[in-house]
């Protein structure tokens, strides 16, 4: 079975841009994760989908969003890029939740990708 | 709102016992348990319920005390394998809540 996969693998910028990350969860997995990961620091919770929709959103500026494709495949984008928004964006897929009051399913995390803005 | 974990980090020899502890200053739904290794994406362990079992797997197991927002996770007889930086995540079961992870423990086995 296929794990998380995203791209691309490494993505380099410069500040003011635009930054787009891609990725696909484990089939049969309908809920999507972004986290980010800066040097040394733990995994900041971004942006949840599930089946289309936005399921909660971390403490971030609006300038990150994403989206969730029918497929479930998922995309980050970053706008107007700054320096401190170098970090690895890390993915992950679970099942999704049938039941909105009962959560708790692992997550399956893919390798990630390394942004870094110059 | 993020949990804390202790210890920040910890160095054992092969064989040798650790714990790492979560604690969170929220009611609690479940506990989840993530390795993640250098250059690696983290890798899940664990999830444990409120009015659920302690759970094991393999020399690795955990505990989790809901009245008071406290995990710990127990590392027996470790192994090189078990280096890496241990992440607790908390979730208090609201409508889709997420998953909040601490910010991780650091363990590394030498032999």
């Known amino acids: 079975e296929a794990g998380v996969t995203q791209s691309p693998t490494h993505l380099i910028k410069t500040r003011g841009q635009q930054a787009t990350l891609r990725c696909s969860p484990i089939?049969?997995?309908?809920?999507v994760y972004w986290y980010q990961q800066a040097l040394g620091l733990g995994l900041q919770f971004l942006l949840w989908y599930d089946e289309g929709e936005e399921r909660n959103r971390g403490n971030f500026p609006p300038r990150f969003s994403g989206r969730q494709f029918p497929n479930y495949s998922s995309e980050l984008n970053v706008n107007a890029l700054e320096l401190e928004d170098s970090a690895l964006y890390l993915c992950?897929?679970?099942?999704?939740?049938?039941?909105?009051?009962?959560?708790?399913?692992?997550?399956?995390f893919g390798p990630g990708t390394r942004l870094t803005v110059t | 709102q993020q949990p804390v974990q202790s210890p920040q980090a910890v160095i054992l020899r092969e064989g040798e016992d650790a714990v790492i502890n979560c604690s969170s200053s929220k009611a609690l739904y479940s506990v989840h348990w993530y390795r993640q290794k250098h250059g690696e994406a983290p890798v899940f362990l664990m999830i444990l319920l409120k009015g659920g079992e302690q759970k094991g797997h393999d020399k690795i197991s955990a505990s989790f005390n809901e009245k008071k927002q406290q995990s710990s996770l127990y590392l027996t007889a470790s192994q090189l394998s078990y280096s890496g930086t241990y992440f607790c995540g908390t979730e208090r079961g609201t409508s889709y809540d997420k998953v909040i992870f601490g910010p991780g423990t650091s363990l590394s086995v030498i032999p």
């Open positions: 992950a897929s679970s099942l999704g939740q049938t039941d909105p009051t009962a959560t708790s399913y692992e997550q399956y």
């Open positions: 089939s049969g997995h309908t809920s």
